[in-house]
């Protein structure tokens, strides 16, 4: 089919039998596209698939919080032809939509005027249900009964609350007050499958698992964006610093490991956010890339919906379902319960990771400066006050420690404690940089860092003149 023909055409003022031949082409072209990415998805996860989010279409695209007017309601459905669609198409704030036990309806919230909304899956049903922000969706397996969790915010997604409250979805009237007295960070809860175990901020930067039979919480980490495996194996994670990779948690065995994210076909090694684990262990999604931080993100900001192998140690698939027109944030995805081969983890083998060569030693080089990630300002990084930016070196001499690759990159402190460091370094400066490598410095997993570079795939170390 000569598309690029048609297309030439319609340009030189064709008929309106032309233009008409368009307008079908790119319907065929979509349609095309979301057949393939259904049949990819169904594969990723043997079962049918539901992703929901919210695409900002107007006011930029550093909206990330969906806090503003800026939006449209989106929804995939693996097994409808369809694909993508829009569900509501009013433009509004469609704050952290999540999907319903059966993923016949989205429960959202308003920021504007802290109102939480639910609809049916066709955009039909809109009805408002609370005041406040909705933070989770729960159904109590015993009782059939779906219970929306939500926290009355005034001003900032990142103030602290100190209540929790929830309410049934069929019967909003029916509350009870879940936790009280304990500062939490809205935006941030995930609960186990049996309903006693959440993931909290308490609040940020401190990650950790509250018992909500004796109102109690263990801090495990400093980071952001805590979640809470859907089953009842109370493994969590949060995000961390660098927003690359996510730290996993098995509390009861005080266990932790490492799984990147970031990795991803398309994600090219930036920056990903809103990492949301989905209704079934295996299955999480997240956005990106973030080329150029999360407040200058562009249009081929998308939905990522990727797998867990079966030990929990690395994400084995990923798929973006999601188009380039418009950036798409906070993203749910729900997995058909009980279907497909992909149901099962390995409890007795989870975060059991096959060894991998690692400089370990301290290093000093002398090396050139080939690139500079510039430094941000203190709103592009809150809620944090200190950041590190990485720049890359080419390595002129190794002076002592063995290195043998002749490209690597550095964390320097950009930012302490709200005070802009500099680092009066040019392009083609040569330094000498005493090194010791990045993982080996468990103190800054919580801390933001900001790289943003051509060429990131390159071991990262840290600079030990530090602060």
């Keep these: 089919m000569d598309t690029q023909g048609v297309f030439r055409r319609a340009r030189q003022g064709g008929s309106a039998a032309t233009l008409a031949t368009v307008v079908f082409l790119l319907a065929v072209l979509v349609g095309c596209r979301d057949a393939r990415v259904s049949g990819k998805l169904r594969r990723l996860a043997d079962a049918p698939v539901k992703v ?10 550093d909206d990330f919080f969906a806090k503003r007017d800026n939006f449209q309601l989106m929804g995939f459905d693996s097994d409808d032809p369809i694909g993508e669609r829009v569900i509501l198409s009013d433009i509004g704030s469609y704050h952290k939509p999540m999907l319903t036990s059966d993923a016949e309806q989205i429960v959202f919230s308003h920021i504007p005027d802290e109102t939480v909304y639910v609809v049916n899956w066709d955009g039909t049903g809109l009805r408002e249900l609370a005041s406040g922000r909705a933070e989770e969706v729960w159904m109590d397996s015993e009782t059939g009964i779906e219970w929306v969790y939500k926290m009355d915010v005034t001003g900032s997604t990142l103030k602290a609350v100190t209540s929790l409250i929830r309410f049934q979805l069929d019967n909003p009237v029916v509350r009870e007050t879940v936790v009280s007295g304990l500062p939490m960070n809205a935006s941030h809860i995930q609960l186990s499958k049996d309903g006693l175990r959440m993931c909290a901020e308490h609040p940020w930067p401190v990650i950790g698992m509250m018992d909500l039979e004796s109102n109690q919480f263990t801090g495990v980490a400093k980071g952001c964006w805590p979640g809470m495996a859907p089953d009842n194996s109370y ?68 939905v990522y919906v990727g797998r867990f192998n079966e030990k929990m140690t690395a994400v084995e698939s990923w798929i973006c379902i999601s188009g380039d027109d418009a950036p798409d944030y906070y993203p749910d995805v729900w997995v058909k319960p009980g279907a497909g081969i992909y149901s099962s983890v390995d409890p007795d083998h989870l975060g059991e990771v096959s060894p991998v060569d690692h400089v370990k030693d301290k290093l000093v080089v002398r090396a050139r400066l080939l690139e ?96």
Excluded at 52 to 61: K, L
Excluded at 264 to 287: K, Q
Aim: with cysteine.
């Design 52 to 61: 929901v989010w919210c695409r900002q279409v107007r006011g930029g695209t």
């Design 235 to 302: 493994l969590m994670w949060n995000f961390d610093g660098p927003h690359r990779n996510l730290i996993l948690h098995d509390v009861a065995k005080d266990r932790r490991w490492v799984v990147n994210i970031n990795g991803a076909p398309g994600i090219d090694g930036y920056e990903v956010y809103h990492p949301r684990w989905s209704n079934r262990p295996r299955f999480l999604c997240m956005t990106g890339p973030y080329r150029k931080g999360l407040y200058h993100g562009t249009a081929e900001v998308g």
């Design 372 to 467: 500079k990630t510039a430094t941000p300002t203190l709103t592009e990084i809150a809620p944090y006050t200190q950041t590190l930016v990485v720049y890359r070196y080419a390595v002129d001499e190794v002076v002592s420690g063995s290195y043998q690759p002749k490209i690597l990159l550095v964390a320097h402190w950009g930012i302490v404690d709200r005070e802009i460091r500099d680092l009066n370094l040019q392009l083609n400066d040569q330094v000498e940089l005493e090194l010791e490598p990045y993982e080996n410095r468990g103190e800054l997993e919580g801390e933001r860092l900001v790289m943003e570079l051509s060429d990131m795939r390159h071991p990262l170390f840290y600079d030990l003149k530090g602060k």
